[in-house]
């Protein structure tokens, strides 16, 4: 026996439905046929008892931990190296303090070594040792043949003053008064 027909619809038998189906068909975009096609999918898995969607969770948990993990190394990285830029920002300027400071001292080790080289100041020095400049000094001349020519005659120095003898016990420096039981030296020795 055939199945009575359905109030308001097409009956079992009626060819007209396959066409309806057919044209229905065509009538779908692909983004709706992948999406009936996904539902028939689920459908499937539903009832074959495969995948559920707390098992893919699972799966993207492994994932999810990488992908924090990796996060977490950056910003642990990216922290790590700002506070060593600021340690290398502090200890540059020390570096450039110590440098302009070393600067500065051997600036004043020139101007020092410049006074003392001076030839005023290697007179009176020659002079506290005792030596005396030569009255009149003999020059020489180097003719263009390479032969030496002498003008003048040498003369011994008049001032004839002995430097201090030398002792073992130095006298303290100006302005400073010798340890309690020490001689001094005469003065204008």
Same mark, same amino acid.
């Given at each position: 026996?055939?199945?009575?027909?359905?109030?308001?619809?097409?009956?079992?038998?009626?060819?007209?439905?396959?066409?309806?189906?057919?044209?229905?068909?065509?009538?779908?975009?692909?983004?709706?046929?992948?999406?009936?096609?996904?539902?028939?999918?689920?459908?499937?898995?539903?009832?074959?008892?495969?995948?559920?969607?707390?098992?893919?969770?699972?799966?993207?948990?492994?994932?999810?931990?990488?992908?924090?993990?990796?996060?977490?190394?950056?910003?642990?990285?990216?922290?790590?190296?700002?506070?060593?830029?600021?340690?290398?920002?502090?200890?540059?300027?020390?570096?450039?303090?110590?440098?302009?400071?070393?600067t500065l001292q051997m600036e004043q080790l020139r101007r020092e070594v410049a006074l003392l080289e001076s030839p005023t100041d290697?007179?009176?020095?020659?002079?506290?040792?005792?030596?005396?400049? $030569?009255?009149? &000094?003999?020059?020489?001349?180097?003719? %263009?043949? +390479?032969?030496?020519?002498?003008? *003048?005659? @040498?003369?011994? /120095?008049?001032?004839?003053?002995? $430097?201090?003898? &030398?002792?073992?016990?130095?006298?303290? %420096?100006? +302005?400073?008064?010798?340890?309690? *039981?020490? @001689?001094?030296? /005469?003065?204008?020795?």
């Amino acid at each position: 026996m055939t199945a009575p027909a359905r109030v308001g619809g097409p009956s079992p038998r009626d060819p007209s439905k396959d066409r309806d189906d057919r044209d229905k068909a065509r009538r779908r975009t692909a983004g709706a046929e992948r999406a009936y096609a996904r539902r028939a999918q689920r459908a499937q898995n539903l009832r074959n008892g495969t995948a559920s969607p707390q098992q893919k969770a699972v799966s993207k948990a492994p994932f999810v931990v990488l992908v924090m993990l990796v996060l977490g190394a950056g910003v642990a990285g990216i922290m790590y190296f700002s506070t060593q830029a600021a340690a290398d920002t502090y200890r540059l300027q020390e570096a450039r303090a110590e440098a302009e400071k070393l600067t500065l001292q051997m600036e004043q080790l020139r101007r020092e070594v410049a006074l003392l080289e001076s030839p005023t100041d290697l007179a009176r020095r020659a002079g506290e040792m005792g030596l005396v400049e $030569p009255s009149n &000094p003999a020059r020489l001349r180097q003719n %263009p043949d +390479g032969t030496v020519e002498e003008f *003048g005659k @040498p003369s011994a /120095p008049t001032k004839s003053t002995p $430097p201090p003898p &030398p002792s073992s016990e130095q006298p303290p %420096p100006a +302005g400073q008064t010798p340890p309690a *039981g020490t @001689p001094t030296p /005469p003065a204008g020795g």
